[in-house]
């Protein structure tokens, strides 16, 4: 089965305000996860991206967070923009060769 | 290119009939990678292409689909004898490595 998980479909906040995406993973084995954004109609775009022996890493804007104990990543988005909305994805690599994708979270964000 | 640059964009074709989508990788990427998008859904891995090794072709749903990547660049797709759940977004992507896949806009298919 998928290694990746999503905790909730769809996700709505207030522009301005602070969204939190969640994913949960089921391998101990995987070393390196990926956020990507998905905007309608288009292909998936790359995020962040963060590998398992860190815990947290920022770029502008997004944070990822990773905790290996409970198998959950999490990716934070700062002053959530009305162009941040769309479906993100996590993905990971267990050693295989090719990312294995979650189902995603559609992010709407309210003017 | 610029990108990765998937043809057609979009096909409607008949059940039973052959299909062939292309995938023009960004120059000089070594990995190639296809996914499948149903309406919906997460990215389900079809095919893996890496440098001149031999492909990952775990993820293909059954015999009718198959992949081939000439020259280390092009990739082409077939999916013989389509069926109405074959409908889909079949995504490309390329990368130098494992990290930061770079999608194309993808081929969406309808079987009719």
């Known amino acids: 089965g998928e290694s990746v998980g999503l905790h909730l479909p769809t996700l709505s906040v207030q522009e301005g305000d602070n969204s939190i995406i969640n994913c949960a993973y089921s391998?101990?084995?995987?070393?390196?996860f990926i956020w990507y954004k998905q905007e309608s109609g288009k292909g998936p775009q790359f995020i962040i991206d963060?590998?398992?022996?860190?815990d947290k890493r920022q770029g502008q804007r997004v944070t990822v967070l990773l905790n290996k104990t409970v198998k959950h990543l999490s990716l934070q988005i700062a002053a959530t923009q009305p162009g941040d909305s769309a479906v993100y994805f996590c993905?990971?690599?267990?050693?295989?060769?090719?990312?294995?994708f979650g189902s995603g979270t559609r992010l709407q964000v309210q003017p | 290119g610029a990108g990765v640059s998937q043809s057609p964009s979009n096909k409607v074709t008949e059940k039973g009939k052959d299909v062939e989508l292309r995938c023009d990788p960004i120059?000089?990427?070594?990995?190639l990678y296809w996914y499948r998008q149903s309406l919906g859904q997460g990215l389900e891995f079809l095919i893996y292409?890496?440098?001149?090794?031999?492909?990952?072709k775990s993820g293909l749903p059954s015999d009718r689909f198959s992949a081939e990547r000439t020259g280390g660049s092009v990739s082409t797709l077939t999916i013989q004898r389509t069926q109405q759940e074959d409908s889909a977004v079949y995504l490309c992507?390329?990368?130098?490595?494992?990290?930061?896949?770079?999608f194309g806009e993808g081929s969406r298919l309808t079987v009719l």
């Open positions: 992507a390329s990368s130098l490595g494992i990290s930061e896949l770079f």
């Open positions: 391998n101990s084995a995987s070393d390196y």
């Open positions: 963060i590998r398992s022996n860190m």
């Open positions: 993905a990971d690599n267990t050693g295989r060769r090719a990312l294995t």
């Open positions: 120059s000089g990427h070594t990995a």
């Open positions: 292409f890496q440098g001149n090794s031999a492909p990952d």
